[in-house]
């Protein structure tokens, strides 16, 4: 009887049935769905765009003040515990879920296209310029701002799983709020699912694109709907097969492996690279992101008109608030026993800083190719997205190397995504559980794939990017539910004790 009980979760069926309908939906009439996806993008972004930075840049601010308030020493678990995981497996288990293969894809694509295309209309493109606005602003869009939405759903989270012995779902974290009626927790539940799936499903096929224009570059395989489609099956296979071992097993050492594969691409590219201008090219990025910081978080452009700002930042604000209910579950799991500080500094600074470093290298080198030696990287990342990282590759030593390293850091990027993803899933259709039943998670994991080999027969790249961002404005709403549920909670913790406040009591007894 056990066994069969997940499969009558009210979560897990109108969850899958909604994502099955669109799946179908989608196989039956792509391009229709495809305009569907692209006009429901293009209401939320252009009628609450506003909305999206506000939102954003308060969790920051909400973040670092509970980060050096008084609460920062409690621990997500009981005060004794101590972290799970060791440092650099868990920073490479963040990693891994947070960014996936979207850094690998838009580490040169995003300043290339900047560089391009500028993000203001008073600037030149392709001019010395341009290159470090678009430097600054890709720090920007991959920096704290981004990790924030994670931080805050992880932090309530593993609040609930660790520290209260709850089930860690996302409508328990809002209950101090909206109550504990079974209608409106199995709403706010199954929409987080979806956002999670569909979240997923863009992550997935960004690297599917990706791989396909490396196989491409590589070995001269056509950029086809087919070969996407192929690479898709493979990827299925493998991470159901990971998904299998459990947590501690498949994730575990993919996430080792990925974060060495990053770290040691990272470190080729930066000496073979253009080593000095990459080191002056992160320093100034650094302090053009801090000194624009507040600036990018709320620009908006409602006198000059264009969509620069509405296609870039707003964008990526409401796909990683889409994204957030799968990697805050995620980096909860994974963050048992840290402090409330060490877990906000563990997860908003380290990964952006990665990302930072890994868009100065691979960014910069682009940059200092088309500037310094004439290339047309720009041009080519201007034609086709997907080939921008493999475009510069073919200005270093080790081309094809390189290129078949990064295919497979893609593939295990995509690999770990999905695999967590299908844990994480398996756990929000089984009232929060921490082991997740086999058949629960195999069937999120095709459904996963489904709705992304659906997005890429129906218009690649745009569908993809459009679609994950349906359930963005309703969930943004359900994240400043869950600070306030959060403050209210937290503000009925007990405090703990210093050393010398302990030596003080114990003297006085």
């Known amino acids: 009887m056990k066994e069969k009980q997940p499969l009558k979760n009210p979560i897990f069926i109108i969850s899958a049935l909604t994502i099955s309908i669109l799946v179908i939906i989608g196989a039956i009439i792509p391009d229709k769905f495809g305009s569907v996806a692209e006009s429901l993008f293009l209401f939320t972004t252009t009628k609450f765009g506003w909305f999206y ?103 309530l989270i593993a609040f609930l799983q660790f520290r209260k012995d709850n089930d860690g779902l996302i409508s328990t974290a809002v209950e101090p709020v909206l109550g504990s009626r079974k209608g409106t927790k199995t709403t706010i539940d199954s929409l987080a699912v979806i956002a999670t ?13 990706q791989m396909n224009g490396g196989l491409k570059s590589v070995f001269n395989i056509p950029n086809s709907t087919t070969v996407q489609l192929a690479i898709t099956g493979v990827l299925v296979i493998i991470y159901l097969t990971s998904s299998s071992t459990g947590l501690n097993k498949g994730i575990k050492w993919l996430s080792n492996l990925n974060l060495g594969l990053c770290l040691g691409l990272l470190l080729f590219v930066f000496i073979a690279g253009p080593t000095v201008f990459i080191l002056n090219t992160f320093t100034l990025g650094i302090g053009d992101y801090i000194n624009n910081f507040v600036k990018y978080s709320f620009r908006l452009t409602p006198y000059q008109g264009g969509t620069w700002v509405r296609d870039w ?73 997907t080939v921008a990282l493999f475009e510069t590759y073919q200005h270093l030593p080790f081309t094809n190397i390189l290129s078949i390293l990064s295919i497979l850091l893609i593939f295990t990027f995509l690999v770990t995504s999905a695999d967590s993803a299908t844990y994480i899933l398996g756990s929000m259709t089984t009232n929060g559980s921490l082991k997740p039943p086999l058949l629960v998670k195999i069937v999120w994991g095709l459904l996963m794939a489904a709705i992304s080999a659906v997005l890429l027969v129906a218009g690649g790249l745009n569908a993809l990017q459009t679609a994950s961002l349906i359930s963005a404005l309703p969930f943004t709403v359900i994240i400043f539910i869950f600070v306030y549920a959060f403050l209210k909670m937290i503000r009925k913790e007990t405090l703990p004790q210093n050393k010398k406040s302990q030596q003080d009591q114990t003297k006085s007894m």
């Open 53 to 155: 930075l506000l939102s954003v840049f308060l969790f920051v601010l909400f973040l670092v003040g509970l980060a050096i308030s008084k609460y920062g020493k409690i621990r997500l678990g009981p005060q004794d515990s101590r972290p799970e995981y060791p440092f650099f497996t868990w920073i490479g288990m963040l990693f891994s879920a947070g960014f996936g293969a979207g850094l690998v894809f838009w580490g040169v694509a995003e300043p290339m296209s900047h560089f391009f295309t500028p993000p203001f209309e008073d600037l030149n493109a392709q001019t010395e310029e341009t290159a470090r606005i678009a430097m600054g602003y890709s720090f920007f869009h991959w920096g704290i701002s981004q990790w924030s939405v994670f931080t805050i759903i992880g932090l």
């Open 197 to 209: 799936v569909m979240g997923i499903a863009t992550s997935l096929g960004l690297g599917i694109l």
């Open 313 to 385: 930042t707003i964008f990526y604000w409401a796909w990683v608030i889409a994204w957030s209910p799968f990697v805050g579950a995620f980096v909860a799991r994974v963050s048992r026993g840290r402090t409330i500080r060490e877990f906000i500094f563990g997860v908003m600074v380290v990964p952006p800083l990665i990302a930072c470093l890994w868009i100065a290298a691979f960014g910069g080198t682009a940059l200092h190719l088309d500037l310094m030696e004439g290339t047309k990287i720009a041009e080519a990342v201007d034609q086709d997205v």
